[in-house]
């Protein structure tokens, strides 16, 4: 009886111990990439230079995902900005994912700002887990479209760049 007992405790706890590190450390390796992240890892890539007040297409670029899991747009504007600090914008993004026949369509209206790359604030207007969202393995084209200006913004802030960039699985 104590054999048997001792047998299906043993297969139990393997079974358990091969589900969690499969679920967390084999699946698309979120967990190894983030304890230990490949140099390219964190690299941005750059969509368009824009320019919120004019309304219009801004520019597009076809993106190839290395690293399954959560990315953002985000915009790094020219001009100093007060880190974290909530801003008084009027502009809207048309955000347009296409990859084959999948066709996705976002309006950001009020980025989220978050602690930037150069000691700046950055504007996050669109959050993405490319596991949910695209197939991983091909590329896909994001397209930018200004659909309401706001001068103001412009005049304090400048132009922005806007990147595809990983953003934390956490």
């Known amino acids: 009886m104590k054999l048997i007992f001792k047998t299906v405790l043993i297969s139990l706890i393997i079974i ?3 589900f969690f590190f499969k679920a967390f450390f084999l699946r698309d390796y979120i967990v190894v990439n983030f304890l ?3 140099s390219d890892f964190w690299e941005k890539q750059k969509i368009s230079n824009i320019d919120v007040s004019k309304i219009g297409f801004v520019g597009e670029k076809t ?3 290395k690293y399954p899991g959560k990315y953002i747009i985000v915009g790094l504007p020219k001009k100093y ?3 974290a600090v909530e801003y008084d914008s009027d502009f ?3 955000i347009i ?3 084959g026949s999948l066709k996705k369509e976002y309006i950001s209206k009020k980025p989220v700002t978050a602690w930037g790359y150069d000691k700046s604030s950055d504007l ?3 959050y993405f887990d490319t596991r949910k969202d695209f197939n991983t393995k091909e590329p896909f084209k994001v397209s930018i479209f200004v659909t309401r ?4 913004f412009h005049n304090k802030y400048g132009k922005m760049d806007l990147y595809f960039t990983k953003s934390s699985d956490e």
């Open 149 to 152: 200006s706001d001068k103001d």
């Open 16 to 18: 358990l111990f091969t």
């Open 124 to 126: 996050i207007f669109k």
């Open 36 to 38: 230990f992240p490949p």
């Open 81 to 83: 900005m007060n880190m």
């Open 92 to 94: 809207e993004l048309k």
């Open 97 to 99: 994912l296409t990859q």
């Open 63 to 65: 993106i190839k995902v």
